[in-house]
């Protein structure tokens, strides 16, 4: 990267994402994180433009281009961490995956949030776990093969069946 930014532009740009995204999460990333969040941004950008031939150049849309890098990568670092947390705080037979679920779904009738619950409770805390990170955390089939230590193929099926189950104990016709 040193063909085109210097250590020292570097730094000012580092430190401009780190204090900008230290005001969005005060107290949730280290600085540390923000700077690993930040050079991993900046590889993609620089691996990018030598990938299509582009020449490289820090420009205010390349500093908009890499700040947008570095928000992703921030933002699904932060849901795997919030995933985790949650995933943490349950005992066995805790059933706030359900609560979460149901939170997440908006359901207000009595009738459906009893079915709903019967339903999601049949489920091993495994299952409804994965379910959650899914469906409420948007966490990619890929992370989730890696910690559970399961293929992202047999993690597809298994959110499928649990759609065709809540469907069908639901009463929908899909």
Do not use: H
Not at 12 to 26: G, M, Q, S, T, Y
Not at 99 to 104: A, Y
Not at 106 to 124: C, F, H, I, T
């Amino acid at each position: 990267m040193d063909d085109f930014l210097t250590q020292e532009e570097y730094r000012k740009l580092r430190d401009e994402f780190v204090r900008v995204f230290r005001r969005i999460w005060p107290n949730y990333f280290s600085v540390e994180d923000l700077e690993d969040i930040f050079q991993e941004a900046m590889l993609i950008y620089y691996n990018s433009c030598v990938k299509a031939g582009k020449r490289l150049f820090l420009g205010p849309e390349e500093k908009k281009w890499i700040f947008a890098i570095a928000r992703n990568l921030l933002l699904k670092l932060y849901k795997r961490l919030k995933a985790q947390e949650a995933k943490k705080k349950r005992k066995p037979g805790d059933n706030s995956s359900v609560e979460t679920l149901i939170r997440f779904w908006g359901v207000e009738d009595e009738q459906l949030l009893e079915k709903l619950r019967k339903l999601l409770q049949e489920l091993s805390p495994v299952d409804r776990d994965i379910y959650v990170a899914v469906k409420v955390y948007k966490i990619s089939y890929k992370e989730l093969a890696k910690e559970y230590d399961r293929s992202e193929r047999g993690l597809r099926v298994l959110v499928n069946r649990i759609n065709n189950k809540l469907r069908k104990g639901l009463g929908g016709t899909n």
